[in-house]
T-cell receptor, first 111, second 112 residues
């Protein structure tokens, strides 16, 4: 199994600002993903973080709003840009081989 | 488009009871199915992974079954304990790219 850490664990941000979330995996993994969990909802896939290239975004998510980097096989960042209160969610990083493992999440509140 | 449904949305049981959580999916062409546990305000903990070619997996007091042709999975929890209280999420993989589609979860409360 993979152990995944995320920073920050939570943050409160002002409307119009940006926040970058970091995800670190303790071993090299094939795939890394970013998910969003809005209040009272289940998880929705934002994008696949591709090592050394642009992320692959799911329908409804765009690079300008959620730029993602993955410089190596164990680290990725997600930026939530120009935030609005609708972006208040838990953002989770995951790593997948055959089984998928999740980080503890970043709880974001936008005022 | 794959849709995953979990029933019931919430369940409250006395300690010691055996219980079953249900998950159904609309597209049977799945790669695998995974059950997760989520504690309030926390991330997800993987409980069981069932490959599409398998019928069931067991871990301790947990047993998960998969009937791919009918698009159903069940998570059986034996001798429930208060520490089992959490939200249980079912997720199916769309293919070998490992992308997961989640259900909305079942909120389980086990009362002492």
């Amino acid at each position: 199994s993979a152990v995944i850490s995320q920073k920050p664990s939570r943050d409160i941000c002002q409307r119009g600002t940006s926040l970058t979330i970091q995800c670190q995996v303790d071993s090299q993994v094939t795939m890394m993903f970013w998910y969003r969990q809005q209040p009272g909802q289940s998880l929705t896939l934002i994008a696949t973080a591709n090592q050394g290239s642009e992320a692959t975004y799911e329908s409804g998510f765009v690079i300008d709003k959620f730029p993602i980097s993955r410089p190596n096989l164990t680290f990725s960042t997600l930026t939530v840009s120009n935030m609005s209160p609708e972006d208040s969610s838990i953002y989770l990083c995951s790593a997948a081989g055959n089984e998928q493992f999740f980080g503890p999440g970043t709880r974001l509140t936008v005022l | 488009k794959q849709e995953v449904t979990q029933i019931p949305a919430a369940l409250s049981v006395p300690e010691g009871e055996n219980l079953v959580l249900n998950c159904s999916f609309t597209d049977s062409a799945i790669y695998n199915l995974q059950w997760f546990r989520q504690d309030p305000g926390k991330g997800l903990t993987s409980l069981l992974l069932i490959q599409s070619s398998q019928r069931e997996q067991t871990s301790g007091r947990l047993n998960a079954s998969l009937d791919k042709s009918s698009g159903r999975s069940t998570l059986y929890i034996a001798a429930s304990q208060p520490g089992d209280s959490a939200t249980y999420l079912c997720a199916v993989s769309r293919g070998s790219n490992y992308k997961l589609t989640f259900g909305k979860g079942t909120l389980l409360t086990v009362n002492p």
